[in-house]
């Protein structure tokens, strides 16, 4: 892996930029400042950015789908938590009127009840947390398309300037062939 550049007091820090999310348990953390940086030293270097945009992507687009997939399972927990939850609540608030009938508990209570249940609450923050992950993985990908174009854009630019160059130095030749040409002939005089 290459070194980080090195922020000056005009760029972003890279700490504004950092994206940190656990898969399988291990970390991962990234720099998008560092991840969307293209360096434009030279051909070579230009070359090298290139090969390894795709790596980049894959990693990027990987670690995002599987925070979706992540995701819908812990979204189908809570959905299922939150059936069970209410299903008990139903059973357990259920009262005896005066004729001595079981009556229904009133549906805003349950819900209350579903909605306070630590369990149920525990799964909604790490839903939050899963969704927070997924958008900050998208943003990473989506950096690294745009990265793509930028590279694009810089290739298609350097490749023209360097075709410039190279008319410009071949009509410089023309023209210092022409001269010497001229040189070369005996004035000729005017009548």
Not at 44 to 49: A, F, K
Not at 101 to 111: E, F, I, N, S, T
Request: charged fraction near 35%.
């Amino acid at each position: 892996m290459r070194p980080k550049p090195e922020p000056d007091d005009t760029e972003t820090t890279s700490t504004d930029l950092k994206v940190v999310v656990t898969y399988d348990g291990h970390p991962f953390s990234q720099d998008l400042a560092f991840q969307s940086h293209i360096s434009t030293e030279d051909l070579q270097t230009l070359s090298n950015e290139f090969a390894e945009n795709p790596l980049r992507f894959a990693r990027w687009a990987f670690l995002e789908s599987q925070a979706k997939s992540v995701l819908a399972e812990a979204e189908a927990a809570l959905d299922h938590k939150e059936s069970e939850l209410f299903i008990r609540f139903m059973e357990s608030l259920r009262e005896r009127d005066a004729k001595g009938k079981m009556v229904r508990p009133a549906l805003d209570l349950v819900r209350a009840r579903v909605n306070i249940h630590p369990e149920r609450l525990a799964l909604e923050r790490r839903v939050r947390k899963l969704r927070k992950q997924c958008d900050e993985l998208a943003v990473g990908r989506k950096t690294i398309e745009h990265r793509k174009e930028a590279l694009i854009t810089i290739g298609a630019n350097v490749r023209a300037e360097r075709d410039s160059n190279i008319r410009i130095n071949e009509k410089a030749k023309q023209a210092k062939e022409e001269w010497a040409r001229r040189q070369q002939q005996p004035p000729t005089r005017r009548t």
